[in-house]
């Protein structure tokens, strides 16, 4: 089946220092979608990627999703003791039953020294 | 909006006991979703379903049941609890159409001892 794997597992900066978590789907994505869960949280979504090659911003943070279809990355540019949680990639494919249905990466679980 | 509410937050189960964890979500979604969160693994999907009356398995359904009679709700049913079971368990829900992301409850912790 499909697998949506996300490196690194864990990421320690400090303050102030830019952050990439990258995401690899063995098919090729119809979308991915970005969520970030706080320390004993729920995931909370922050963007879907659909295109070829699309770039998306907010404030800090960008995403990109691969020419392909099958990568994509997220990148905090001067992180903030807010930024602290995982960060999820999840890739969605289309058609059928698997409509709506996202496959999670393990997530990067990113810690913020002040 | 209340969004996707869950019940209870946290339970404790002895092996073989059984439990259904509750999910309601008032945003008229028609999608919905039960996941297990185990350290480092991610999120795993169990069940979905499309639907009333609708459900189908996701990666890891051994050990759970569902059902869906109405909009609003999705319990999971554990029969014959296992320590394998224990996780944080996150119900969710999305609109089929627009950016179909999806909105999580606040999950269940539950430990199978």
């Known amino acids: 089946g499909q697998q949506v794997m996300q490196i690194p597992q864990y990421q320690h900066v400090q303050e102030g220092e830019d952050f990439t978590t990258y995401c690899n789907s063995s098919?090729?994505?119809?979308?991915i979608q970005w969520y970030k869960q706080r320390p004993g949280g729920h995931p909370v979504f922050l963007i879907q990627?659909?295109?070829?090659?699309e770039v998306k911003k907010q404030k800090r943070l960008t995403f990109q999703f691969g020419e392909a279809k099958k990568n994509s990355s997220l990148h905090i540019t001067a992180t903030q003791t807010t930024d602290v949680g995982t960060y999820f990639c999840?890739?969605?494919?289309?058609?059928?039953?698997?409509?709506?249905?996202?496959?999670f990466g393990q997530g990067t679980i990113l810690t913020v020294h002040p | 909006n209340a969004g996707v509410t869950q019940t209870p937050k946290f339970r404790i189960l002895k092996i073989g006991q059984s439990m259904t964890l509750q999910c309601t979500q008032d945003?008229?979604?028609?999608?919905m979703y039960w996941y297990r969160q185990d350290p480092g693994m991610g999120l795993k999907l169990i069940y979905y379903?499309?639907?009333?009356?609708?459900?189908d398995k996701g990666e890891v359904p051994n050990g759970y049941n569902v059902s869906r009679s109405t909009t609003e709700d999705f319990p999971l049913r554990l029969e014959l609890a296992a320590p394998s079971q224990t996780s944080v368990y996150f119900c969710?829900?999305?609109?089929?159409?627009?950016?179909?992301?999806?909105?999580f409850g606040p999950g269940t912790r539950l430990t199978v001892t």
């Open positions: 969710a829900s999305s609109l089929l159409q627009g950016t179909y992301e999806q909105y």
């Open positions: 098919t090729t994505l119809s979308n």
């Open positions: 990627l659909v295109k070829s090659g």
């Open positions: 999840a890739g969605g494919r289309a058609g059928g039953t698997s409509y709506g249905k996202l496959t």
């Open positions: 945003m008229n979604h028609n999608y």
């Open positions: 379903s499309v639907g009333a009356g609708i459900t």
